[in-house]
């Protein structure tokens, strides 16, 4: 099985729809991350948390939320989702012991129509 | 202007070739310096890091930092067409969160 699974891997919704995206990990790691890539772009920081309780902003957070409901998941929401939040959906985790190191997901596909 | 520059592509080097890929950083407060692999519609994963300046080898794969210049390179020698993928240039100064360069597309010809 996968140490950190995506779901849905692909989704389709309408402009001004609340959507979630969930992330699971078996790594036990305690810091866990959501970035979106985009063509051109790269990939860029939404959200990260240290710990259940710790949850900080990223390079662009602007339209996006996040709970951390255990330290095994993390789910990112977009309440009001605008086509220009069409992208490529990644959740990562890492060890704060190495901070170099993280490992992600096999991605979400998210188009708004 | 990002804090990690990187010419997104895409490269086409014939097998076997010597594959240069660099990146340049502007936040001096970066420490680690990662290079990440990105097959298509896979995640990212990590391939080597290096911390502060110097050079590491991995088998054929080399990563260098110049801090003095902010630059960072990886070589990939003997390049297979299986090296063909995306190279994600990062760098870190601390736990917060990975700054990406936008990533080089890789092509090996065989």
């Known amino acids: 099985d996968a140490d950190v699974t995506q779901t849905p891997r692909n989704r389709i919704t309408k402009t001004g729809k609340r959507i979630m995206l969930e992330c699971s990990q078996t790594k036990g790691h305690d810091r866990m991350y959501w970035y979106r890539q985009d063509p051109g772009l790269g990939l860029r920081l939404i959200y990260y948390?240290?710990?259940?309780?710790?949850?900080n902003k990223g390079e662009i957070s602007d339209g996006y939320s996040v709970s951390r409901q255990a330290q095994a998941k993390f789910s990112l929401s977009l309440e009001s989702a605008i086509p220009n939040q069409t992208a490529l959906y990644f959740c990562a985790t890492g060890n704060g012991q190495f901070p170099y190191e993280q490992y992600f997901g096999p991605g979400t596909r998210l188009t708004v129509t | 202007q990002k804090e990690v520059e990187q010419d997104p592509g895409p490269l086409s080097v014939p097998e076997g070739a010597i594959v240069s890929l660099n990146c340049t950083y502007s936040?001096?407060?970066?420490?680690?310096f990662m290079w990440y692999r990105q097959y298509s519609r896979k995640g990212p994963e990590l391939l080597m890091y290096t911390y502060s300046s110097g050079n590491k080898e991995d088998g054929r794969f080399t990563a260098q930092v110049d801090k003095s210049s902010k630059y960072i390179s990886l070589f990939i020698r003997d390049s297979q067409p299986s090296d063909s993928a995306t190279y994600l240039c990062a760098s870190a100064g601390s736990a917060d969160g990975l700054t990406f360069g936008k990533g080089t597309h890789l092509i090996i010809q065989p």
């Open positions: 936040n001096s407060a970066f420490q680690y």
């Open positions: 948390s240290f710990d259940v309780k710790d949850i």
